[in-house]
């Protein structure tokens, strides 16, 4: 809460003045500079360097990259030079740790989660771990590989398929993992004389 009244007055000091203020007057990028949104951004940033870190820190362990003494186990886990199984467990332990960490941030500092309850608190995490995993399969695999095939090329489908796993990542995590419950009347009894 202090992190985002904190960003709420640095950006309306910002937004005051001159060509900010008639910046800020445009309906979306007001819309843009709300806290949940700027906020859901910084963190993914902060993800992303949690994921390279954690990845450069596995690759620190000694050996990592020696091919071993023989053929055959050097085959099982070389393709050229690249230790693939090596890769694959750096990045899913990259990955991983990159998940838990925007699960943490996104729970208490972008979508302000209210929830207490360990059986709640449980169905947010395996909600959210769903979500990634499903945002993971079906744009980082699937629709990279499907613009790879029409448009060729890495970046541009690296690019294109980042900013649509983002934007499922958002809504999937606003509307279905951290969704605000519906206000409950203040005096029940009160709804209760209206219908009758």
Same mark, same amino acid.
């Given at each position: 809460m202090k992190l985002k009244v904190f960003y709420e007055n640095l950006r309306d000091k910002i937004c005051s003045v001159g060509v900010f203020k008639k910046?800020?007057?445009?309906?979306a990028i007001h819309k843009l500079l709300e806290y949940e %949104?700027? #906020?859901?951004?910084?963190?993914?940033?902060?993800?992303?360097? &949690?994921?390279?870190?954690?990845?450069?820190?596995?690759n620190l362990?000694?050996?990592?990259?020696?091919?071993?003494?023989?053929?055959?186990?050097y085959v099982l886990f070389h393709i050229g030079s690249l230790p693939v199984l090596w890769t694959y467990m750096t990045n899913t332990v990259g990955w991983t740790a990159a998940m838990v960490f925007a699960f943490i941030t996104n729970k208490l500092f972008v979508f302000e989660s209210k929830e207490k309850s360990a059986k709640g608190i449980a169905r947010e995490f395996f909600s959210f771990a769903g979500a990634? %995993?499903? #945002?993971?399969?079906l744009f980082e695999?699937?629709?990279?590989? &499907?613009?790879?095939?029409?448009?060729g090329g890495y970046w541009i489908p690296k690019i294109l398929s980042s900013i649509v796993?983002?934007?499922?990542?958002?809504f999937a995590s606003k509307f279905?993992?951290?969704r605000k419950k519906a206000a409950a009347p203040e005096n029940?009894?009160?709804?209760?004389?209206?219908?009758?």
């Open positions: 910046l800020y007057a445009v309906p %949104v700027v #906020s859901y951004l910084f963190f993914g940033v902060m993800t992303t360097l &949690v994921n390279f870190v954690t990845c450069w820190l596995i362990i000694p050996g990592a990259f020696n091919p071993p003494a023989d053929y055959e186990t990634r %995993v499903l #945002s993971l399969v695999l699937l629709l990279f590989g &499907v613009l790879q095939k029409l448009m796993n983002i934007l499922f990542n958002y279905v993992v951290f029940p009894s009160q709804e209760e004389t209206q219908d009758a």
